[in-house]
């Protein structure tokens, strides 16, 4: 679980190394992962419900003996603090429990436009 200390963490990374307003908004990532791709597919509406694009959905690369699973890769644009993304990971911890997909595997984040 990614812990608010991480996020503020992240947060002062990101004006330390990039000159980012995050007052504004940015694109937003979310990563969620499972040995189904069925299972990630039929999530992908209700993800879209709440306005998250569906960016990919790939195998990623595994080192040798790793056992094979996907990742669902969707983003939004939005304005967040560390105290609201770490809301906003509790609120994907809690919906991988209910769709029982192997796990959420945090976030990343980017400029608009990039």
Known sequence: MITLEQMEEMFASIRENTDWDLAQPLVWGY?????????LASVIPLLEAQGYRFVDLFIPQLDEGVEEYLVLHVEKEEIHTPQSLFERNQQFYDFVSEQQLLSYDGMDVGPLGE
């Open 31 to 39: 990563f969620f992962t499972d040995k189904s791709d069925e299972k």
